[in-house]
């Protein structure tokens, strides 16, 4: 910009960029794999900076493309002088999307972006039929999910985090969760994993006692039970049975508070 000073032209130099408009977004992750399940997720952080010497309140705005979910499109907070701030971002597609690269863009400040890329892929094909099962509870506690028992992921110390089902009903019994399978299937296993970490011993903390149950004729059919569990991993095996959908019956706890699954897994008939 040039001003007439006295007779001078002068030229001053340009106005600095406002402290919100210099804002910068990254990702900690540049792709991300996600298979096409209802409750399979895939997740990135999205990172905020202000690189000024000046608190601002800062925005970043997160646009997704095709079939993808987002757990949230904006991440806005207060950002101290040279802050970054950290967003854990969950990404979903529903059941059946096509294999494919799909997009998000993360936008800040006047022109700072970044792109995280999530590679669609088609479901594991191991014969667990409850991976594209429809999952349904009895009660769920706080942010617990009944997706969290059929995600595909088995590690106890994802609880409370990223995975796992709590019910609401401290000490009343019983509580279930079921899974609705695409189709009538034949199966003759299923694979209850319960809460089993250092912090959190399945000796203490798992299920103790359940029914596993098939539908059958227009009702629940029980194929097999468990009694006085104190491990993290029950295999229960039954005899062949086509069915449509499948139940825990979840009648004890080894603490007698709530029902905990990490996860559950239905297998094909061998």
Request: aromatic share 8%.
């Amino acid at each position: 910009m040039a001003l007439v000073i006295g007779g001078f032209m002068i030229t001053a130099p340009p106005a600095a960029a406002a402290p919100v408009d210099r804002l910068q977004v990254s990702a900690d992750l540049e792709s991300v794999d996600l298979a096409a399940l209802d409750c399979a997720t895939a997740r990135f952080t999205l990172r905020l900076h202000n690189p000024t010497r000046q608190a601002v309140y800062g925005d970043a705005w997160l646009a997704e493309d095709g079939p993808l979910q987002l757990s949230r499109k904006l991440v806005s907070s207060y950002l101290p002088a040279g802050f970054t701030l950290e967003a854990p971002i969950t990404v979903t597609v529903p059941y059946g999307t096509d294999p494919a690269s799909y997009p998000i863009k993360l936008t800040a400040g006047s022109s700072s972006s970044a792109e995280v890329s999530v590679e669609v892929v088609p479901p594991p094909d191991n014969g667990n039929v409850a991976l594209s099962a429809t999952p349904a509870m009895s009660s769920r506690h706080g942010r617990f999910s009944v997706c969290g028992t059929n995600d595909g992921d088995t590690d106890s110390n994802h609880w409370a985090t990223f995975t796992g089902w709590n019910d609401a009903t401290s000490r009343a019994w019983p509580d279930w969760v079921s899974y609705q399978l695409v189709e009538p299937t034949e199966i003759d296993r299923v694979v209850l994993y319960t809460l089993d970490s250092a912090a959190e011993p399945a000796s203490r903390y798992g299920l103790s006692d359940w029914d596993v149950q098939v539908w059958r004729d227009g009702d629940w059919a029980t194929v097999a039970e468990v009694r006085g569990n104190k491990q993290g991993v029950v295999t229960s095996t039954f005899p062949a049975e086509t069915t449509s959908a499948v139940r825990i019956l979840c009648w004890g706890n080894n603490n007698g508070d709530y029902s905990r699954i990490i996860e559950t897994e239905i297998y094909l008939a061998r």
